[in-house]
């Protein structure tokens, strides 16, 4: 998959945890982890402007596109 999530970068440098993540965004520990290890199909902007509010980042520390056959 060309675009990468990084949301375990901000997590670490954060120091937060992925639940608490989950609760201050207000969705599911599972749904952020779909999300987090890059199997979600689709990403609402509520959801990606929750995690840069909390993560105080912007959209692109949190996604990014990778062309294929280059090393993500």
Do not use: H, S, Y
Not at 46 to 57: G, H, I, K, R
């Amino acid at each position: 998959m060309p675009v990468i999530v990084d949301i375990d970068v901000m997590l670490a440098r954060r120091k937060m945890a992925v639940g608490e993540l989950a609760e201050r965004i207000g969705i599911t520990p599972t749904n952020l982890a779909v999300l987090k290890n890059g199997r979600a199909k689709a990403v609402r902007f509520t959801t990606l402007d929750a995690l840069c509010e909390v993560l105080d980042c912007q959209p692109g520390d949190l996604l990014r596109w990778v062309p294929e056959g280059d090393a993500g």
